[in-house]
T-cell receptor, first 114, second 115 residues
Framework: DAGVTQSPTHLIKTRGQQVTLRCSPKSGHDTVSWYQQALGQGPQFIFQYYEEEERQRGNFPDRFSGHQFPNYSSELNVNALLLGDSALYLC?????????????FGDGTRLSIL | EDQVTQSPEALRLQEGESSSLNCSYTVSGLRGLFWYRQDPGKGPEFLFTLYSAGEEKEKERLKATLTKKESFLHITAPKPEDSATYLCAVQGWGAGGTSYGKLTFGQGTILTVHP
């Protein structure tokens, strides 16, 4: 049973560029959340997608946007990259929104901004 | 706003030396408190969910407990392979009794177990 998969594993960009990160949820899961984890910190919630809509958003600027596809996979887009966007970006999936099931995480995409 | 504080920031133990990690939280209606383990270069791995004060969960050398203000992760007779960062997160009920699943994490406790 495949878990949460993310691509790419590593990415290097320069300031001002745009990036797209991808996530495939665990089989049977339909809700996808994205988190940003800076070095030495806990993950911070960016937003959550369910039924192809953004259902909840954390304190991140509009430069961060996302999308969920009919097969439940998701993308995270970041525009006008800043040095401070360098971090590990984690995708987590879980069953339907009202479930008490825990979120399961992928191994993340390490984004470095030069 | 939900808040989670973990202590200590780092903990060094000798193999077999039992100890506890602390997670203090404030949340407007606790839906669940989650413990995760994170190895370097990996994503968080789910360990436990606790839902109400007084609840306890066990898995091998780990035991998680919950009160109304904090949770403890007890590690009994740890081994070097228990070395990792342990993360605590809360999920609260939103307005109207709904929950959209946002997890608020602490900064983690880095555990190192020496042989």
């Amino acid at each position: 049973d495949a878990g949460v998969t993310q691509s790419p594993t590593h990415l290097i960009k320069t300031r001002g560029q745009q990036v797209t990160l991808r996530c495939s949820p665990k089989s049977g899961h339909d809700t996808v959340s994205w988190y940003q984890q800076a070095l030495g910190q806990g993950p911070q919630f960016i937003f959550q997608y369910y039924e192809e809509e953004e259902r909840q958003r954390g304190n991140f600027p509009d430069r961060f946007s996302g999308h969920q596809f009919p097969n439940y996979s998701s993308e995270l887009n970041v525009n006008a990259l800043l040095l401070g966007d360098s971090a590990l970006y984690l995708c987590a999936s879980s069953p339907a929104l009202s479930s008490n099931q825990p979120q399961h995480f992928g191994d993340g995409t390490r984004l470095s901004i030069l | 706003e939900d808040q989670v504080t973990q202590s200590p920031e780092a903990l060094r133990l000798q193999e077999g030396e039992s100890s506890s990690l602390n997670c203090s939280y404030t949340v407007s209606g606790l839906r669940g408190l989650f413990w995760y383990r994170q190895d370097p270069g990996k994503g968080p791995e789910f360990l436990f969910t606790l839902y109400s004060a007084g609840e306890e969960k066990e898995k091998e050398r780990l035991k998680a407990t919950l009160t109304k203000k904090e949770s403890f992760l007890h590690i009994t007779a740890p081994k070097p392979e228990d070395s990792a960062t342990y993360l605590c997160a809360v999920q609260g009920w939103g307005a109207g009794g709904t929950s959209y699943g946002k997890l608020t994490f602490g900064q983690g406790t880095i555990l190192t177990v020496h042989p």
